[in-house]
């Protein structure tokens, strides 16, 4: 059993940067595959980024590359996104979950809050 906690979440002004961290206990971190995963009030939960178990591949939703930035540290058990260039509609609770299958994530965290105010 895997248990991830985010934190790194917050109140932030337009054009503000947050990293964002997942720490995960209870497994072999580096045996999954870690995602980021963010659900806006009203609006179905979405992907954000993938990195792979090594940490060397990395993908991103079509619509945030550029400005988020996925990371891991396997001897820290943690992943991080990097959250640039913030705008009013990436406000949304985020999420990180571990993947030992591909497309299937099987544990999540419990989410931290990001808010960006205009």
């Known amino acids: 059993q895997v248990q991830l906690v985010e934190s790194g979440g917050g109140l932030v002004q337009a054009g503000d940067s947050l990293r964002l961290s997942c720490a995960a206990s209870g497994g072999t971190f580096s045996n999954y595959a870690m995602g980021w995963f963010r659900q806006a009030p009203g609006k179905e939960r979405e992907f954000v980024a993938r990195?792979?178990?090594?940490?060397?591949?990395?993908y991103y939703a079509d619509s945030l590359k550029g400005r988020f930035t996925i990371s891991r540290d396997n001897a820290k058990n943690t992943v991080y996104l990097q959250l640039n260039s913030l705008k009013p509609e990436d406000t949304a609770l985020y999420y990180c979950?571990?993947?030992?299958?591909?497309?299937?994530?099987?544990?999540w965290g419990q989410g931290t809050q990001v808010t960006v105010s205009s």
């Open positions: 990195i792979s178990r090594s940490g060397y591949s990395t």
């Open positions: 979950a571990a993947s030992a299958v591909t497309g299937s994530y099987k544990y």
